[in-house]
């Protein structure tokens, strides 16, 4: 059975600087990898996805995330944070040929002033 | 992209009633999803709603307690039955876009239950 851990709750970090918010997962076969995030108030987005290939992979507002196969990682990273990225991100994998995913407990990032 | 409604936004409903939960998509879907957004927890699937066909709950669910109807391939309704607070929570539904895995959520129901 495929489990996402997301190590931090609560992330807070300066504007303009760089954040990592981090995600193991565990699974016994092949996986897809994604992050979402959840603005206040609003749904889920997807922000970026890991499906096969380059293990560096970008998504939407500057954000990219490396999948390690041997760390079974997949942290989430941002060089300059903006106020606007305060949120909670939530880190998702899905195994290969099944189409539930399975999502992690969700990080909140506050950026501070 | 998708878009998706959900009716109501927000209710605030007593013990022992039930809620039916509407989510409509712009767009034909094969798949929909049920998920609940606990406080302070993660999404955990309900089930997987295929049109014309019955729906598939995880464990944990069951149809008596969350019954779901998909009628066609742009609406599917999820009803919260014989309500207790311990069913207070936020309740979204998705759809599978473009690849696997990948899905669209609608702005959620946030349900209280007095």
């Known amino acids: 059975a495929q489990s996402v851990t997301q190590l931090d709750s609560q992330v807070p970090v300066f504007e303009e600087a760089p954040v990592e918010l981090r995600c193991n997962y565990s699974?016994?076969?092949?996986?897809?990898l994604f992050w979402y995030v959840q603005y206040p108030n609003q749904g889920l987005q997807l922000l970026l996805k890991?499906?096969?290939?380059?293990?560096l992979v970008k998504g939407i507002n500057g954000f990219e995330a490396e999948f390690n196969k041997s760390q079974t990682s997949f942290h989430l990273r941002k060089p300059s944070v903006h106020i606007s990225d305060t949120a909670e991100y939530f880190c998702?994998?899905?195994?290969?040929?099944?189409?539930?995913?399975?999502f992690g407990i969700g990080t909140k990032l506050q950026v501070i002033p | 992209s998708a878009v998706i409604s959900q009716k109501p936004s927000r209710d605030i409903c007593q013990r022992g009633t039930s809620l039916t939960i509407q989510c409509q998509v712009d767009?034909?879907?094969?798949?929909m999803f049920w998920y609940r957004q606990q406080p302070g927890q993660s999404l955990t699937l309900i089930a997987t709603?295929?049109?014309?066909?019955?729906?598939?709950?995880e464990s944990g669910f069951v149809i008596d307690k969350f019954p779901i109807s998909r009628p066609n391939l742009t609406f599917s309704t999820l009803t919260v039955s014989n309500m207790s607070p311990e069913d207070s929570s936020i309740y979204l539904c998705?759809?599978?876009?473009?690849?696997?895995?990948?899905?669209?959520f609608g702005p959620g129901t946030r349900l209280t239950v007095l």
């Open positions: 767009s034909q879907v094969t798949m």
């Open positions: 709603a295929n049109q014309g066909s019955e729906a598939t709950y």
């Open positions: 998702a994998v899905s195994e290969r040929g099944y189409q539930k995913v399975t």
């Open positions: 699974s016994s076969v092949s996986v897809y």
């Open positions: 998705s759809v599978e876009w473009q690849g696997p895995g990948e899905q669209f």
């Open positions: 890991y499906l096969s290939g380059s293990t």
